[in-house]
DNA sequence: AATGAAAAAACTCCTGT
DNA sequence: ACAGGAGTTTTTTCATT
């Protein structure tokens, strides 16, 4: 698969939109939104997928429904050489759900769930081996999964009092 | 749309797996990853769907390759009763990905995406009049999107020294 | 990029076990 | 609750303009 970079023009955004509102929607079905033919938006949506913007299609499932109810956001502060990226891999703790590298104190930022709250003690337990960390327990979800759009052109931003951007 | 709960077995939690790897498998395709008959497999996800437990199918958009690099953390410390859940709609930021209430000191936990870092500055600015924060911009990111997977059975805990779990 | 037609595949209903 | 088959509809793809 060659990744050939290109931009998505307004109709690309459209299906963009479209495909992950639902990404189960025949070619038919979305030239009739974006009002084309259903062999031009198969071109263009074989281009967005090798282009590699659209990189897969997946069900959606609910983590809380499906047993796994807390949902943890864990701050690591690894000791030096002792990350967890470094030593251990995420997937041997199958609750975790992302690891992102950090700038800041704390180098790394992991997404977890867990069945319960006994079960995160645990796991929090199991993961303390790996150095200093802060938990959050997230108690609800307001807003979740916006689908990605046209970035707007930057707005205006207003410089620091006294400094110039450079 | 009536939820009725239930509890999935393991054939649903292969099916549950094999949707969030491709959520545009046919249920032919599907009843033969299962061994099951195409009729029978399309019973079974119509019931995960109808409990809730699948929620929707998605085309996966990555978001640096569509013109979004920049993916950020924020912690907000609100002031009372000037929440960014009470006072403003996340959707007003088209930045935002994902709002999390807290447990903690900081009540709020944002996920948001930007263009450029003088994006990301802007956008600051503008949130910053909702209360104090601390912004954790991620470098790179090492997992992502563990599908969910069947709960395995809580390990054994280890209780605190001196404590005893109730 | 659109049209129209042909080919392929998907879904669903029904029946039987 | 599942398997198998027939029939119908939909989808995809190709060739052409």
Redesign the interface.
Known sequence: MTLRAFE?DQTDWRL?AE??????LSFNELARRVHLSAPSVAERVRRLEQ?????????????A????PV?V?I?LRCMLNKCL?RTTR??DY?E?????????E?CT?LKA?A??L??L??FV?RLGLLGEMRT?????????????????P?????PSQGWT?T
């Not at 930057?154 to 207003?158: A, F, H, I, L």
């Open positions: 998505p963009l495909l992950q509102a639902d990404g189960r282009a590699g913007i659209i990189t897969g299609y997946a069900a959606r499932v609910d983590a429904r499906a047993g796994q949902l956001y701050q990226l995420a997937e199958p975790i759900v992302e690891v992102h590298k950090l700038s800041g704390y930022m769930r069945t319960s006994a079960h003690e645990g337990e959050h327990i997230v108690l609800s979800t307001a807003y979740q999964d916006r689908p990605v759009t046209e970035p707007s930057d707005r205006p931003v207003t951007r």
